[in-house]
């Protein structure tokens, strides 16, 4: 699945247990743009329900690095 680079680096924080709002301080940018960057992420991931979102999008985003 092609990523750009800025949602590598948010999927990457997300697997370290980082919080929209840590992602957004780290990355220097607002929160507002860090949701909707992991809403679009989600999407793309196929993970909809935000119960457990994270967990999916890790295991997901985990699979496909392996077989990279």
Known sequence: MERTLL???????????FSNKAIAEKLNM???????????????????KQK???IR???K????TKEN
Not at 61 to 64: A, V
């Open 52 to 54: 457990n979102a994270r």
């Open 30 to 48: 607002k929160d507002s743009f860090i949701k909707t960057q992991v809403k679009n992420i989600y999407k793309k991931y196929d993970v909809y």
């Open 57 to 59: 999008l890790v295991i």
């Open 7 to 17: 949602e590598t680096q948010i999927i990457e924080l997300i697997c370290h247990g």
């Open 61 to 64: 985003y985990c699979r496909e």
